[in-house]
């Protein structure tokens, strides 16, 4: 079903003028109606009469009523008319802002789909943005996130996104890689004009050049990737030890139960915060240790399961008691994986050795904390950001590429090129090169769009919400 939903959404008529609710349905204080196509104008004056005469003037807010398909007076709004090209879609656009009640925005959905215009599917309006060469697929995809957002981190990197920063970046990669297929297919053509080993030199440098490019931007996408998705933590450790306690001071509040007696934690308790604009997924987890109780082992199990989904992990031990032979089981399991050693209970008299701990470690970095008082939590964030981030930089410097399908059309582009560069220094025939290089141009085609099929565009577009 999906698969026809999707189909006939790019197979639509583009000719059609649509129209959609933008605002979420239900009461509100306005509501906004767009209509998008070449007879939005024509359909406008039918359902809405502005107070001034002719009214609809270009990008002018204009006071009128708003009628409904029996003609009646259903409203007080205003118009704005956007003409084409310079619209948010490319097309011919009115926009009404009514009223918030869904009963007037059905009505006037209504009367302008008597007149002939069709509801909008999902993404539709972007999808004629994209159409319209009003923004590429990269930016696109941007307009989804960018109404997703749930920090202020994210809508300014889906921003920046949205103004075609990914298609600029790669627009030299492009030229570069346009004008070597160029050369070596003229050298092609006129066979006795071999390309000479100077130039060859010379070509395998630039696409070298090229390379390094993409292989900054695929590098890029770990940090674009939790800024888009955001990272999940998982706190750890055996029972008692304070990782609900850690939890909770994480997050800022009471979320999971903290009691005395070990055990206390059964199942896995999930919350989201944001440190530094990014949007953490915080796990509590119940305290690993060999226990008959059935329920108990069920938590236990659960606990594994986190552990082998988080990004990080947060390994808790009670500093004032002696390091217990489940602490070191715990810490045999996360070998291999990312995160620190939190010693808790930083306000007692502490029980742990500086290189017992150290070789408990293993290398993870270690922190000292009381989650009871708070004290060390806010150096604990402050490793969390960079590891997050990593150090470098933050998360607004450089392209970021967020967006896994980016990703890997950018990985498939960049091996294309390390292949061809790899066949001109091999003395190999130009043909080989060739081969590489056109569909290196291909995978960076599709990411800003110049290289698309209808399907691509139905499953990047269907994720919109109407009206967008
Ligand atoms: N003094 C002190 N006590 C703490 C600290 N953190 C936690 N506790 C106490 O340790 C006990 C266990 O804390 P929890 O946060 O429930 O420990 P847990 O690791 O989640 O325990 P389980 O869910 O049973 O595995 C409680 O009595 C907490 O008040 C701390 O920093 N200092
Ligand atoms: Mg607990």
């Keep these: 079903m999906a698969?026809?939903?999707?189909?006939?959404?790019?197979?639509?008529?583009?000719?059609?003028?649509?129209?959609?609710?933008?605002?979420?349905p239900g009461h509100s204080g306005i509501a906004v109606v767009r209509l998008s196509g070449e007879r939005s104008l024509e359909?406008?004056?039918?359902?809405?009469?502005?107070?001034?005469?002719?009214?609809?003037?270009?990008?002018?807010?204009?006071?009128?009523?708003?009628?409904?398909?029996?003609?009646?007076?259903?409203?007080?709004?205003?118009?704005?008319?956007?003409?084409?090209?310079?619209?948010?879609?490319?097309?011919?656009?009115?926009?009404?802002?009514?009223?918030?009640?869904?009963?007037?925005?059905?009505?006037?959905?209504?009367?302008?789909?008597?007149?002939?215009?069709?509801?909008?599917?999902?993404?539709?309006?972007?999808?004629?943005?994209?159409?319209?060469?009003?923004?590429?697929?990269?930016?696109?995809?941007?307009?989804?996130?960018?109404v997703g957002a749930q920090t202020l981190l994210q809508a300014q990197t889906a921003l920046r996104q949205r103004s075609g920063e990914i298609g600029r970046e790669l627009r030299p990669v492009r030229e570069a890689l346009v004008d070597i297929i160029v050369q070596l297919e003229t050298a092609v053509e006129f066979v006795e004009e071999d390309v000479p080993a100077v130039s060859r030199r010379a070509l395998t440098l630039r696409l070298r050049e090229a390379c390094g490019r993409l292989r900054r931007l695929?590098?890029?996408?770990?940090?674009?990737?939790?800024?888009?998705?955001?990272?999940?933590?998982?706190?750890?450790?055996?029972?008692?030890?304070?990782k609900s306690s850690l939890f909770n001071a994480l997050l800022g509040r009471d979320r999971s139960i903290v009691a005395r007696l070990p055990g206390t934690t059964r199942d896995l308790v999930s919350e989201s915060t944001s440190i530094g604009g990014i949007p953490v997924h915080l796990q509590d987890t119940a305290g690993i240790r060999n226990s008959e109780d059935p329920v108990e082992q069920l938590g236990v199990e659960r606990s594994c399961a986190a552990i082998a989904d988080a990004d990080a992990l947060l390994l808790v031990v009670d500093r004032a008691r002696a390091r217990t032979e489940e602490d070191e089981e715990v810490r045999?399991?996360?070998?291999?994986?990312?995160?620190?050693?939190?010693?808790?209970?930083?306000?007692?008299?502490?029980?742990?050795?500086?290189?017992?701990?150290?070789?408990?470690?293993?290398?993870?970095?270690?922190?000292?904390?009381?989650?009871?008082?708070?004290?060390?939590?806010?150096?604990?964030?402050?490793?969390?950001?960079?590891?997050?981030?990593?150090?470098?930089?933050?998360?607004?410097e450089g392209v970021l590429v967020t967006q896994w399908r980016q990703q890997r059309h950018l990985e498939e582009a960049a091996k294309r090129l390390e292949a061809a560069a790899g066949a001109l220094e091999g003395g190999m025939s130009e043909e080989f090169a060739l081969y590489d290089l056109r569909r290196g141009l291909d995978s960076l085609g599709a990411i800003t769009g110049e290289v698309h099929t209808e399907d691509l565009l139905g499953e990047i577009f269907s994720r919109f919400c109407i009206g967008k």
Excluded at 74 to 103: C, K, N, Q, R, W
Excluded at 350 to 379: K, M, N, Q
Aim: aromatic fraction near 8%; charged fraction near 25%.
């Design 3 to 24: 698969a026809r939903g999707r189909r006939s959404l790019v197979m639509e008529n583009l000719k059609d003028t649509i129209c959609a609710l933008s605002t979420p």
């Design 43 to 146: 359909f406008a004056r039918q359902v809405f009469v502005p107070r001034r005469r002719p009214g609809f003037e270009p990008r002018r807010a204009e006071l009128g009523r708003v009628l409904d398909a029996g003609g009646a007076a259903i409203d007080e709004g205003l118009a704005l008319y956007f003409p084409a090209p310079h619209s948010y879609t490319g097309e011919e656009m009115v926009e009404f802002s009514l009223h918030g009640s869904p009963v007037i925005a059905a009505a006037l959905l209504d009367a302008l789909c008597q007149e002939g215009a069709r509801p909008a599917g999902p993404g539709e309006f972007t999808l004629r943005a994209f159409i319209n060469g009003k923004v590429d697929l990269a930016g696109a995809e941007a307009v989804a996130d960018l």
């Design 218 to 242: 695929v590098d890029s996408y770990r940090r674009g990737r939790i800024v888009r998705e955001g990272f999940t933590l998982a706190v750890v450790g055996r029972p008692n030890v304070g």
């Design 332 to 396: 045999a399991r996360l070998e291999g994986l990312e995160g620190a050693v939190v010693l808790n209970k930083a306000d007692l008299a502490g029980a742990w050795g500086e290189e017992e701990t150290a070789r408990f470690a293993h290398g993870w970095p270690v922190f000292e904390v009381s989650a009871l008082r708070g004290d060390g939590i806010d150096r604990l964030r402050g490793w969390l950001l960079e590891l997050m981030l990593g150090s470098g930089g933050g998360a607004t």
